[in-house]
């Protein structure tokens, strides 16, 4: 079995940070590609930032330049430093593992960026 626990979201004022935890534990051998989505309200999933097990990164052009996602892969966990946060990056953030061709998601953190 594999879990997949995000951590680290909360309340955050416009223009501040946050920096999001997702660690993978279990049956992991294999992690690949570790990425990051969110979802608010009434909108799809969308992809917000990705790192493969190179360390190779993408990222959705509403984030560019303000994220960063990283991992360590002795701890399995991947992060993500978000900065200049914006109204429009609240969300429900979700962390998801592809191991050996399967997705792994976690239960989502709320971020929540006030005015």
């Known amino acids: 079995q594999v879990q997949v626990v995000e951590s680290g979201g909360g309340l955050v004022q416009a223009g501040g940070s946050l920096r999001l935890s997702c660690a993978a534990s279990?049956?992991?051998?294999?992690?690949?590609?570790m990425e990051w989505f969110r979802q608010s309200p009434g909108n799809q999933r969308e992809l917000v930032a990705v790192?493969?097990?190179?360390?190779?990164?993408n990222y959705a052009d509403s984030v560019k330049g303000r994220f960063t996602i990283s991992r360590d892969n002795a701890k399995n966990t991947v992060y993500l430093e978000m900065n200049s946060l914006k109204l429009e990056d609240t969300a429900i953030y979700y962390c998801?593992?592809?191991?050996?061709?399967?997705?792994?998601w976690g239960q989502g953190t709320q971020v929540t960026v006030s005015s």
């Open positions: 998801d593992a592809i191991i050996r061709g399967h997705n792994y």
């Open positions: 279990g049956s992991i051998f294999g992690i690949s590609t």
């Open positions: 790192i493969d097990s190179g360390g190779i990164t």
